[in-house]
């Protein structure tokens, strides 16, 4: 009796309830935090958190405008990161609450 791999019996448990893309949005808001890690210091990041996808952009929220300012000007690189990451353009633009 051949055995069948966790990672296949995960995903397609994950697609027959519809929560791909939640799970795709999740891992998506963690690819954001490792593509900041180096661009900003440890006290800039934590005034930096991602909050939600949705109709491809990223909602994150920033404590600073000084730092909205920064991510945005970031923008391209970020998003061309995080979608070589997921492995499609999934993530259209970033949009900043501050």
């Known amino acids: ?3 069948t791999g966790l990672s296949n019996l995960l995903g397609k448990h ?3 309830r519809g929560l791909n893309s ?3 949005a999740a891992m ?3 690819f954001f ?3 900041i ?3 900003f210091d440890a006290k800039s990041r934590e005034s930096i958190r991602p909050l939600y996808l949705k109709n491809g952009t990223l909602m994150v929220a920033v404590l600073s405008p000084a ?3 920064e991510l945005k000007l970031h923008e391209p690189d970020i998003l061309k990161q995080i979608n070589k990451k997921v492995g499609f353009d999934t993530v259209k ?3 900043f609450l501050a």
């Open 1 to 3: 009796m051949p055995f």
């Open 14 to 16: 994950v697609r027959k």
């Open 22 to 24: 939640q799970v795709q």
């Open 28 to 30: 998506i808001l963690e």
């Open 33 to 35: 935090k490792q593509v």
């Open 37 to 39: 890690d180096p661009l």
């Open 67 to 69: 730092l909205a300012q």
């Open 93 to 95: 633009g970033l949009r």
